[in-house]
């Protein structure tokens, strides 16, 4: 008996029972196009970190106190404006170029009635701009002016722009952010996602009116560092290392009650977590692959009991042991390759739709590898039942009713 | 294939038990029998006297408790499960009482399996398929699905099948049990035709009427045989073709089947 007549058997027999079939099917449907969309949606989180890593730019430093230090108690080793002012010294730190103070908030901004809770309301000074890479797309930023006079104004994101303004031009309106009215004079370019959050749920302000009229004059959450260029990141991490410890009368040895992160580092950071979650969706996904792959076992066996009679006659026409085995084998496979490949096609189409912020990026390798698993799956789920099948004796076969 | 002087079937004390200890059944309890080739034999017996367990044996389904069986001069108990399975394939051929065709599988399919599981060339198998379709008088129908068919016809196919390895022996377990009176005769026709080809058949039945189709009648009574002799016709008001009830008179309505 060729491959293709034992295929063409197998269709047949596959066909014979539409409804049991496509249930079967779908388990592994399911699990194919899981396993598919879910690394595609961890490959295209990892291809938007990858981007944003060349958008950042790998010449900034984040500084950030390090809540796990313990530090010695007695001293105060909160991030200040002080320190920003000491790491501005080009004597100290020849290899920093710009240094920008960041507070940030998760705040509610309400424009005539419409609330929008931003993730990030950032007060900060100009600086911060050219260290993330931020553009304004319309009016301007803020300047070093207005963070001395302490006004009140603000650059939106496109997503609180979009969800408070609804297509009117921002530039120029006014928002209330904790009870205290500011004025948009710009917007931020659109930036690519992450994955984690939306990097467009963002509202940048003069610091000084942040502190003054949101979050109240406490440390600062970050401050950002930005090296002269790319090759003296380095140099820079450790002259602003240097500084703080000086400036904060550190020890030098021991845990820091900061970090120095380059935003590489960080981004390896994220890209690692990103990771972590790929493998636990696969993980998951690759369960439910396996759920099918028992609903093929339990289909088969009902197969076999079904046609225990057939496998007798079979048997007394003289067929081997081995073409039996092929045969409900091949049934087996039959099932779950076709649920590979409706797989495939669920996953390619879930994949024109953003999952979780992030577009989806198949890799061409996951599809031949989820069919290799699906064949895989049919030949190791099916091989009991068709063992069984092939294994009857001819007299027990035919005497069953 | 095999030497002429060989009897098809020769079997020495053949015992057959199920279960053991106090349950202990004992299906047939030393049959002894040889068949030569081109005889058509009929075995005969109430439920119970092991007819069905002598044909499994005889057909290498089973294996007998002990005794001595040869097939065409070969001792089936020395084979493994594939010599079996080819011994079932080549040499005998099965017509069973149900009409044991694959479902959803066309006529022609049906009758080619024996040759497919042979591994015989898909053009070849055809040709030969059909010319065994012709033989049982069914080629127009070689396309039909078995259940398009009669159960007369089914049965023929059954026939076809089992003739068309050409295999030594063709062994019919009550092929005529599940049939009305003009199925039964055709398809005891076929294997009165077979017969005239030259083919050894061995009948197993319980109707005393299927079995005057042969030309020898074994009968079994408790695993025994108790009488093995040339047909002795029956009075000829109760000859019978086939028929599983009375002949009706032909001025007598006939009863509803």
């Given at each position: 008996m060729t491959t293709i007549e034992a295929i063409r058997l197998a269709l047949r027999a596959v066909v014979a029972n539409k409804l049991r079939s496509g249930l079967t099917v779908l388990g592994i449907l399911i699990g194919v196009a899981a396993v598919i969309l879910l690394t595609a949606v961890g490959n295209g989180s990892a291809k938007a970190i990858q981007q944003s890593i060349e958008q950042l730019g790998s010449d900034t430093l984040t500084i950030a106190a390090d809540t796990r230090a313990g530090g010695p108690a007695i001293q105060n080793t909160s991030l200040t404006i002080d320190l920003v002012d000491a790491l501005n010294n080009r004597d100290a730190?020849?290899?920093?170029k710009s240094v920008a103070p960041v507070v940030t908030s998760a705040q509610t901004v309400n424009h005539e009635g419409t609330d929008h809770s931003v993730a990030q309301f950032i007060g900060t000074t100009p600086a911060y701009l050219s260290a993330t890479n931020d553009s304004i797309a319309r009016g301007s930023s803020f300047t070093a002016d207005d963070v001395t006079d302490r006004r009140r104004v603000v650059v939106l994101g496109a997503t609180p722009a979009t969800k408070l303004f609804r297509g009117v031009d921002p530039v120029g309106k006014q928002v209330t952010v904790g009870g205290t009215v500011f004025t948009v004079v710009g917007l931020l370019s659109q930036k690519g996602g992450?994955?984690?959050?939306?990097?467009?749920d963002v509202a940048i302000a003069p610091i000084t009116a942040v502190q003054e009229a949101v979050t109240g004059f406490g440390p600062l959450n970050q401050i950002l560092v930005k090296a002269v260029s790319g090759d003296r990141v380095t140099a820079a991490q450790s002259q602003a290392q240097s500084v703080l410890k000086d400036k904060l009368h550190l020890p030098g040895t021991g845990n820091q009650p900061f970090r120095v992160l380059s935003q590489s580092q960080l981004l390896a950071a994220r890209d690692d977590t990103a990771r972590t979650f790929t493998v636990l969706l696969a993980a998951v996904a690759a369960l439910s692959l396996l759920v099918g792959g028992v609903g093929i076992t339990n289909i088969m066996m009902v197969t076999v009991t079904e046609r225990t009679r057939e496998i007798g006659i079979r048997k007394a026409l003289g067929a081997p042991k081995r073409t039996l085995l092929t045969q409900f084998l091949t049934e087996a496979t039959v099932l779950s390759l076709i649920g590979g490949l409706l797989g495939v096609v669920a996953a390619i189409v879930g994949s024109q739709f953003t999952i979780l912020g992030v577009d989806p990026q198949i890799a061409p390798g996951s599809i031949a590898l989820a069919l290799g698993v699906s064949v895989a799956i049919g030949l190791f789920f099916g091989s009991y039942p068709a063992s069984r099948a092939a294994g009857l004796r001819p007299i027990d076969a035919l005497r069953y009713e | 294939m095999s030497a002429p002087e060989y009897p098809v079937i020769e079997a020495h004390d053949l015992v057959k038990t199920y279960g053991n200890g106090e349950t202990m059944v004992r299906a047939l309890s030393g049959v002894s029998l040889s068949v030569q080739r081109g005889e058509y034999l009929a075995i005969m017996g109430a439920s119970g006297s092991g007819k069905t367990t002598l044909m499994n044996i005889l057909g290498c389904l089973d294996v007998q408790t002990s005794g001595r069986y040869l097939l065409d001069g070969v001792d089936v108990s020395t084979l493994d499960d594939r010599q079996l399975a080819r011994v079932r394939n080549r040499r005998i051929g099965f017509v069973f009482q149900t009409f044991s065709l694959i479902a959803r599988t066309s006529i022609l399919s049906n009758v080619e399996l024996p040759l497919a599981y042979a591994g015989m060339k898909a053009a070849d198998r055809r040709r030969r398929a059909r010319r065994a379709l012709v033989s049982v008088g069914l080629a127009d129908r070689a396309d039909c699905e078995p259940s398009q068919l009669s159960g007369g016809q089914q049965q023929r196919v059954a026939v076809a099948r089992a003739l068309v390895t050409a295999p030594a022996l063709v062994l019919a377990d009550e092929p005529t049990g599940n049939l009305d009176t003009r199925a039964s005769g055709d398809v005891l026709e076929v294997l009165d035709r077979l017969n005239q080809l030259g083919r050894t058949i061995v009948l197993i039945t319980h109707d005393q009427r299927v079995a005057q189709h042969a030309k020898r009648l074994v009968e079994l009574v408790d695993g025994r045989v108790v009488s093995d002799d040339a047909i002795k016709p029956l009075p000829r008001e109760e000859r019978y073709y086939g028929r599983h009830r009375p002949v009706t008179l032909r001025d007598t309505e006939a009863v509803s089947a």
């Open positions: 730190a020849p290899d920093v992450t994955g984690f959050g939306d990097p467009n | -």
